[in-house]
Each structure stands twice: as C-alpha cells, then as structure tokens.
C-alpha cells in the first residue's frame, strides 16, 4: 500500500525532460561522472527497462545531481537507507503538487490540497506517527490474517470466471487490477454497488497524485474526484459511527481514538490515502512477481514443489522488480550526503529500484532467485514510512500467485515484449497477455 510516491507510495510525469542549469555551486555535483551519460528516466528504453541504466547511475555516482530532472538522484543502498533515516529528509511535499497545477485550477484546488496535506506519506514525523498509530492495530500481520479465508475464495472464483485453461486473457484485466479493487473496498466497508464510483474517483485521484493530469480539464476532474472520494468516505464513516460492520472504519472508531488523538476530518483524509494507495501497489505486485516467475522457469518450478516459497517468490519479486521505482523526498535543510552538498528544498529521488539491486548489499542482485532469502530489500520502504499496508498487499500478491503456480500447471506468457506505463514512480505493465 505504499505510494512510495506509499511511499509510499505509486507517478506518471511529463512526457518532456525538464533541462536547467546546475543551481549555484552544484557545478561539480551536476557533471556526468566518466563513462557515463545521463538519461532522461522516463526515455521509453529506460521506463522498459530501467536497471541497466539505473545500475550504471549507482556504479558511477550512487548520488547524483540531475540537471535533467533538477533532483538528487539516490540510487546506492546504503545513501538510501540514510536517507530515509535522516529527519533532513522530508516526506512533506503537498506544495509542488499545488505548484503543477494550471492557474485556472487553481480555485478548485484549495480543499483538496488539504486533504492531501492530512495523507501520512505528506506528512514528517512527529505528525506522521500521530496519525499513524491510529490505524497500527487494523494493519498488523495478525488482524490481516482475518482476511485470508476471504482474500482466497475470491481470488478462486474470479480465477474460475476469468481464467479458462487453455484460452488466453491478460493477467492485468483478469486479476490483479480487479482482485485487488475488491479487496481493499470489502476491507474498507465499501459496499459493491458503489465500486464503480469509488474506483473511477481513485483513479482520477492517481492522476493528481502522481502527476498524469497535465490539461486544466484534466486538473479540474482530479481535484474534484478527491474532494467527491472525500466527501463519500465520510458519509461512510458517519453511517459506521451509527451502524459498525466488520471493517477497518468501524475497527477503527471502535478504538476510540478518532476525536481524541486524531480528528474525523484527519481520519477521513488518510482514508482517502489507503482507497487510493492500495490497489495500484498490490496491482503491480501481483504482475510483476507472476511475470518474474514465468520468465525463470527454475524458480517457478522450485515454487511449484513447495508452497512455502510462495512468500519467497514475492519478496524476491519485491526486490528484484517491485512494484514502485523510487519516492521523493524534499530537503529540509542543507546537509552532506556522501560528500554532496544537499541544500533545504533540494528534491531527492530515492531510487528504491537501483538500491534493490546494489552488489554492495545484495549478492549477483540481477537475478531472480526465490531462495535468496530475507535480505532487507525496499520494496515497501523503510523507517517512519515503511508502508503500513505491507502485510494486505502480501496476503493478496501470495493468493494470487499460489493459485496461479500451482492449480495452472500450463499457465505461459504469450509474448516476450510488453508495455510499461510511463511513469516515474510506479512500475507498472499495460498489459501481461497469458495463456491460462
């Protein structure tokens, strides 16, 4: 559930490299270091494929200023980890949202700019952790588990309905977009009949968040789709107040806390965060770590013979390709980072993919091995903003791949050559056409 944009969160950006000069004194920093040439990461040769790019970055400069994209690009594992570390280093990042939008937006924009600025992935210790510690209890290991029973019967019979052996389909339209969007509304009490509304207005929020709306128009339907997603969430949390279900929204107000240390409005707003954050994470989980298994039939096989390296697979998944690239950061003030001169308002690209693979950390990190065991990957960040939704994503990126490997013995790609969105922060497939 991370925007590790979630975090963190999931960011599409535009479409043309934004070419400056160096600010003052960033000369040295901003120089190409020998034998190698910067590239724009959103070139359509490296959103396909970005680790080789990425892993020249890190093995030449592990922190780099990009004049292309005005950014500290942080790729090495070790930078990484300081970074998100170090208070320096701030999640606070609501204002060039704001800053993007059109002037004639600009008027609309004003609540739903407030409620971005009450999602924790916006906000820095010790806000974070307030608001954090509210919903700690409903994310934990041992209250997802709960879910398991349900999150497995569905994944079964949208197989059963979508999934016929031996006919072909696309794992993103068949599954792991829709498996996921069902999941987290039955988790959060939304009911069926207003899915279609909820998800159009989650997607429209994506857009905002993560930087694909470029036109007024485009601007104008996000903000209002945050300030609609806003608005329905909190007649839900009124009709829970009334009538508690089994969910996260009655979980929560059954803890006492909404009101007292966190008011209803800061509850509804990060509400707004997890509707929007936890499909497109677990989504591109999903695909990802199936995709990786049937490029590598050694390591699909070896799930195969043992279900208990689903999770394995998964995690090598989240390392080896997770489902979000990097986040962004802001500087908070002026500090060195390995020998660099970081200056406050600095932004910083915590290249959570380079660092994935970083031979200092990780043993031949380019290949895909589900016996690699538990190293710290990134895959869900780390410190304060470790996603909170880590464990759902898991219990639902294993049923899916658990069913897939072993009850669809013949389950095979139909072409090697796929499309990426373009996006920044996500790391996300159009499509994955399979044969099932």
């Known amino acids: 559930m991370t925007i590790t944009a979630t975090a963190t969160s999931t960011a599409t950006a535009t479409a043309t490299p ?20 910067e590239r724009y990461l959103l070139d359509p040769a490296v959103n396909a494929d970005p680790y080789p790019y990425l892993n020249s970055l890190r093995d030449h400069a592990p922190v780099y200023w990009s004049a292309m994209h005005r950014a500290w690009l942080v790729t090495g594992h070790a930078q990484l980890m300081h970074c998100l570390r170090d208070p320096a280093v701030s999640a606070e990042r609501v204002r060039p949202l704001m800053d993007a939008v059109p002037e004639g937006a600009r008027e609309d924009a004003e609540r739903a700019f407030a409620i971005l600025s009450r999602w924790m992935v916006f906000n820095d210790p010790p806000q974070h952790r307030r608001l954090r510690q509210v919903f700690q209890e409903q994310f934990a290991a041992r209250s997802i588990g709960r879910y398991r029973t349900f999150v497995e ?3 079964r019979a949208m197989l059963a309905r979508r999934a016929v052996p031996g006919r072909t389909g696309d794992l993103v339209a068949d599954i792991a977009r829709p498996l996921p969007a069902l999941v987290f509304a039955r988790w959060l009490g939304v009911p069926q009949a207003h899915g279609p509304s909820f998800w159009y207005w989650n997607a429209r929020v994506g857009d905002l968040v ?9 601007y104008r339907t996000s903000l209002q789709s945050l300030v609609n997603l806003d608005d329905y969430l909190a007649g839900l949390v009124r009709e829970r107040r009334a009538d508690p279900q089994d969910d996260l929204i009655s979980s929560v107000l059954a803890g006492g806390q909404i009101g007292a240390s966190v008011s209803e409005e800061e509850f509804v707003g990060m509400l707004t965060q ?12 999903i ?37 979000s690239k990097m986040s962004i950061r802001t500087a908070a003030r002026d500090f060195e980072l390995d020998g660099h001169p970081v200056r406050s308002g600095d932004r910083m690209f915590l290249v959570t993919a ?15 091995s589900v016996l690699r ?3 710290s990957h990134l895959g869900f960040g780390f410190g304060a903003h470790f996603c909170i939704g880590a464990a759902l994503a898991r219990l639902v990126a294993g049923a ?10 013949d389950l095979e790609l139909l072409e090697q050559q796929h499309t990426w969105q373009p996006s920044l922060l996500n790391r996300a497939l159009t499509a994955l056409p399979v044969r099932y």
Not at 20 to 37: D, E, L, Q, V
Not at 354 to 368: K, V, Y
């Open 18 to 37: 934004i070419a400056t000069a160096p600010p003052a004194g960033r000369a040295a920093s901003a120089s190409a270091p020998a034998g190698f040439t």
């Open 153 to 155: 019967r569905a994944t």
């Open 373 to 375: 065991g538990s190293a």
């Open 274 to 285: 997890m509707a929007f954050a936890g499909g497109e994470t677990t989504s591109n989980l």
């Open 400 to 409: 899916v791949v658990d069913v897939l490997v072993r009850e669809y013995p």
């Open 287 to 323: 695909v990802n770590a199936v995709l990786a298994l049937l490029r590598h039939p050694q390591e699909l096989a070896a799930v195969r013979e043992d279900p208990a390296r689903v999770s394995m697979a998964v995690e090598e998944a989240l390392r080896y390709d997770g489902p």
């Open 210 to 218: 993560l930087g694909a709306a470029q036109e007024e128009r485009e």
């Open 354 to 368: 380079a660092a994935n693979r970083d031979p200092g950390r990780f043993a031949d990190p380019d290949r895909f």
